[in-house]
């Protein structure tokens, strides 16, 4: 891209471009957040060029995993800020593969923000010593969670990090229509509770894949039973359709379960949460999509992330590994009963956190202001 006179150009990289809901939130608020802050030409580093181009309103996309370094160090070297973040990227399997970038960002001089990330499972001593020698060299770090900044402490970051909160806590919901659930063939006339799952491995390591599934099948039935609601299986990677059909498959009143097939923007998800009477979940932005909407939540925690946000939102929680189906049962019914009050709750304590999360817009733009005069 030719320089703009007055125009500051930004690279942001993370794990974007894709069917992943969640990724999609984080990045679609990041670009509405830097282009309302000033001028700026935002290029992408994406893992599925044509996705991004056509979800986000970017000037350049690059395939980032099919470039060579050398490459890639063509791409950066005119930015003026580089972000690699947010999302949980910074894990045992692909932490080098995720920092690659911002090492090579940093080596050239080009000022570097790690922002709103998550980490774990973080154990490897290749991963630790990655994230050590690229975030000590970084400009800014923010986490979004606690616990994430316990992870890099340990791993040896001696830089300071900032806990602010998910970008995704600022995405503005677009209205998701009847006629969007007449398309879905989803009823009007009932009350409507949605349900997250995914696959079982790290969200009930105890259990089978076969009682995993069976487990939520009697939970989505009881809530067709005892709530009089129909159930909603809201997939939010493509993995989470095989485990949604595979519940449906095993639950006694299957007519009244459904699927979201469309493929829908995150601000539209986020609209559709405003249509649930109750959600139950274990991916992390389905729930945060669904606090948003001050739709009350009944959480199951699979990982620390989750844990994290749920001590963000002062909710306690139960990892589904712990839960017996009598347990999970009286779980959903508690918090049936007492939705009124959750969505209040919800109401009062998300403003707190939408502020934190405009922090790492506010960091980004000090970063671009201070290092750069674009004048």
């Not at 508690?334 to 960091?363: F, G």
Request: charged letters at 25%; glycine letters at 6%.
């Amino acid at each position: 891209m030719i320089r703009k006179k007055g125009v500051y150009k930004v690279g942001i990289s993370g794990s974007y471009g894709g069917f992943n809901i969640g990724d999609e939130a984080i990045l679609h608020v990041m670009i509405r957040e830097l282009k309302n802050a000033l001028p700026v030409e935002i290029t992408v580093f994406s893992k599925n060029v044509e996705h991004t181009r056509q979800q986000h309103p970017v000037e350049k996309v690059v395939p980032v995993r099919k470039l060579a370094k050398n490459e890639i160090v063509q791409e950066l070297e005119d930015q003026d800020l580089f972000i690699l973040g947010g999302g949980g990227i910074l894990y045992d399997r692909d932490t080098e593969i995720y920092l690659r970038e911002a090492d090579i960002a940093v080596s050239k001089k080009i000022p570097t923000m790690v922002c709103a990330v998550g980490a774990g499972p973080l154990e490897t001593f290749d991963a630790k010593l990655a994230i050590r020698d690229v975030l000590n060299k970084v400009q800014a770090i923010t986490v979004r969670d606690s616990w994430t900044k316990i992870l890099l402490q340990r791993a040896g970051v001696e830089k300071d990090i900032i806990v602010t909160a998910d970008p995704a806590f600022l995405i503005e919901p677009e209205e998701f229509t009847d006629e969007m659930l007449q398309q879905e063939a989803v009823p009007l006339d009932k009350h409507i509770v949605g349900f997250s799952v995914r696959e079982p491995g790290p969200a009930a390591p105890d259990l089978t894949t076969t009682e995993y599934h069976t487990l939520l099948a009697n939970a989505a039935d009881f809530v067709i039973e005892r709530l009089d609601a129909n159930v909603l299986f809201i997939p939010m990677e493509w993995y989470d359709f095989q485990h949604s059909h595979a519940i449906i498959s095993k639950m006694k009143r299957i007519k009244r379960a459904f699927i979201l097939r469309g493929e829908y923007a995150p601000t539209q998800i986020a609209g559709l949460m405003k249509r649930l009477d109750l959600a139950v979940g274990m991916r992390l932005h389905f729930l945060t999509l669904a606090a948003i909407a001050h739709t009350p939540i009944v959480p199951l925690p699979y990982a620390e992330k989750v844990e994290g946000f749920l001590e963000l939102l002062e909710m306690p929680s139960m990892g589904i590994e712990k839960l017996g189906i009598g347990q999970l049962l009286a779980f959903i019914d508690r918090d049936w009963d007492l939705r009124n009050e959750l969505r209040e709750k919800l109401k009062k304590k998300l403003p707190e956190i939408q502020e934190r999360a405009k922090i790492n817009t506010k960091m980004a733009y000090s970063l671009l202001t201070e290092y750069h005069d674009v004048g």
